[in-house]
């Protein structure tokens, strides 16, 4: 699972990693939290790269609204290709999530504690991603997003059995080109390791609340006054 994750890269090593291309405006986020707009990286109509912001929590174009009891944000690598909800923006609308690291919670007596898995040489990761189309009989739009997770690897088993599939530099034109000869891109994301080596870290349980927004989330709690 990946419920929270936070982005605080400036543009310029945005634009470094996934090149030149129209962008919003960013602040950093420290608490990135589900039903809030998050940046992606998407091919547009002309096969170009675009960041745009789109709901995090995907709604099918076929669903008759964002649904509060359904909640869309993570799509598991095993099912995705059978799953109704996903089958066709895994083929025709993949996209990046950026983030600089992610948190998990990990069970220990008297509830949860959260970590942070962030790259131990530092930059911005690539999660893998899938985005939708929705439109009411008003003609209301809503553009919206998931995260793929698969099972946790190694370095992650320890925190939490689930993790996003990290997409490589190398692998991003193959993930986002969907009019690629590539046939099963997923299947070829998840054949190579993707994931970098991870620093991972307990942090305050003061990112439990998605209020909480600032530098000091991710610190780690050992350095903590």
Request: charged share 25%; proline share 10%; with cysteine.
């Amino acid at each position: 699972m990946c419920g929270r994750y936070f982005l605080h890269s400036t543009a310029d090593k945005l634009t470094r990693l996934f090149g030149e291309m129209p962008m919003p405006l960013l602040q950093p986020r420290y608490n990135i939290a589900p039903s809030q707009p998050v940046p992606v990286v998407r091919e547009n109509p002309v096969g170009r790269r675009e960041m745009v912001l789109l709901r995090w929590g995907l709604v099918p174009g076929w669903s008759k609204g964002p649904d509060p009891r359904f909640s869309m944000i993570n799509a598991r690598v095993e099912t995705v290709a059978q799953k109704p909800a996903y089958r066709n923006a895994l083929r025709y609308r993949r996209c990046l999530v950026p983030a600089d690291g992610f948190y998990e919670w990990r069970a220990v007596d008297g509830g949860k504690q959260p970590y942070v898995l962030r790259p131990r040489a530092g930059g911005v990761m690539a999660l893998a991603g899938l985005w939708e189309h929705w439109q009411d009989a008003n003609g209301n739009e809503l553009e919206s997003c998931t995260i793929l997770v698969r099972a946790a690897d190694a370095q992650v088993r320890p925190v939490h059995d689930r993790m996003p599939v990290i997409v490589a530099p190398e692998s991003f034109d193959l993930w986002l080109d969907i009019h690629s000869q590539k046939t099963q891109p997923l299947e070829t994301l998840l054949a190579v390791q993707q994931a970098p080596e991870l620093q991972i870290y307990p942090v305050e349980r003061a990112v439990n609340r998605p209020q909480n927004d600032d530098e000091s989330l991710i610190e780690p709690l050992e350095r903590r006054p």
